[in-house]
């Protein structure tokens, strides 16, 4: 077994949100709450994939509008 092997066997998985043991059900996570607060920065646009393409007028429409409707709630 190389160096590398022992490195990873010996470390545990943590929730890829809050860095609790992982749950085998909710895996990556730890638990219910941790997969939907994940699901839900998915939802509301906190978690981008890079992209060289410029937004579409479409796209620019729908962030101006979130952005208003954010401020407005502020």
């Not at 470390?11 to 941790?34: H, I, N």
């Not at 939907?36 to 962030?63: F, H, T």
Request: aromatic content about 8%.
């Amino acid at each position: 077994m190389g160096l590398i092997e022992i490195m990873t066997f010996n470390k545990k998985a943590v929730c890829a949100l809050c860095d609790k043991p992982q749950a085998k059900s909710y895996k990556p996570f730890c638990s219910a709450r941790c997969k939907l607060i994940d699901l839900g920065n998915w939802m509301s646009g906190d978690y981008k994939l890079p992209s060289e393409e410029a937004p579409s007028e479409a796209e620019v429409l729908d962030l101006s509008d979130y952005l208003s409707q954010k401020k407005q709630n502020v």
